[in-house]
């Protein structure tokens, strides 16, 4: 299968900077995306990268080095509400598999 | 309107009983998937519809039935369901399924919660 592998969870302080990393299969790979999910809701999207590089949209930044099949989704100036799961999910042929996602706790 | 609408959004049945879930999309998308995701798991594919035809059925069961009346609708039939298939059934739609990039950003119902006693 398409192995993509996150962090089970992570806890941050409000208002400081958290990383949330992602390493994928390479092979077949077409693409990246995030998302976030809040308990009970239904996943949102958040940003995708196709190319290696950083895609920065306000407080979330998402980087991809295809290369190294590595990514990270970069949250600053935490907010409370960003308690949430966030899932990676990679393209691969026809279809988009999604990581098992990480929940990320804020802490004030 | 960028929104992906399901009804029920709670369904219990018992495990003799036949129901339907509903989706709806009005942003012209022509692909439409059903994933399944329990507690702490991420979403699983089940289906996806291209064009109002089934392009990926990822080895469901046959008590899961899906169905495209037309391009802005996806139900999903279910039968003699067990216990096991209690989940959140999400619904999903993205402008295009197979033609890569940005096409493939999906936009997510807020789901059915099934349980099946």
């Known amino acids: 299968g398409q192995n993509i592998d996150q962090p089970t969870e992570m806890t941050a302080t409000e208002g400081a900077i958290v990383q949330i990393n992602c390493t994928y299969q390479?092979?077949?790979?077409?693409?990246l995306f995030w998302y976030q999910q809040h308990a009970g809701e239904a996943p949102t999207f958040l940003s995708y990268n196709v190319l290696d590089g950083l895609e920065e949209k306000g407080r979330f930044s998402s980087f991809l080095s295809r290369s190294k099949g590595y990514s990270y989704l970069l949250l600053k100036e935490l907010q409370m509400k960003d308690s949430a799961s966030y899932l990676c999910?990679?393209?691969?042929?026809?279809?988009?598999?999604f990581g098992a996602g990480t929940i990320l706790r804020v802490k004030s | 309107d960028t929104e992906v609408t399901q009804t029920p959004k709670h369904l219990v049945m018992g495990m003799t009983n036949k129901k339907s879930l509903k989706c709806e999309q009005h942003?012209?998308?022509?692909?439409m998937y059903w994933y399944k995701q329990k507690a702490k798991k991420p979403p699983e594919l089940m289906f996806v519809?291209?064009?109002?035809?089934l392009s990926i059925n990822e080895s469901v069961p046959s008590r899961f039935s899906p169905e495209c009346p037309n391009s802005s609708l996806l139900n999903l039939h279910l039968h003699a369901l067990q216990p096991e298939d209690s989940a959140l059934y999400l619904c999903?739609?993205?402008?295009?399924w197979g033609a890569g990039g940005t096409s493939y950003e999906q936009y997510f119902g807020p789901g059915t919660r099934l349980t099946v006693t």
């Open positions: 999903a739609s993205s402008q295009e």
């Open positions: 999910a990679g393209i691969y042929g026809n279809k988009l598999v």
């Open positions: 942003m012209g998308h022509r692909a």
């Open positions: 390479t092979s077949g790979f077409n693409g």
């Open positions: 519809y291209s064009y109002e035809k």
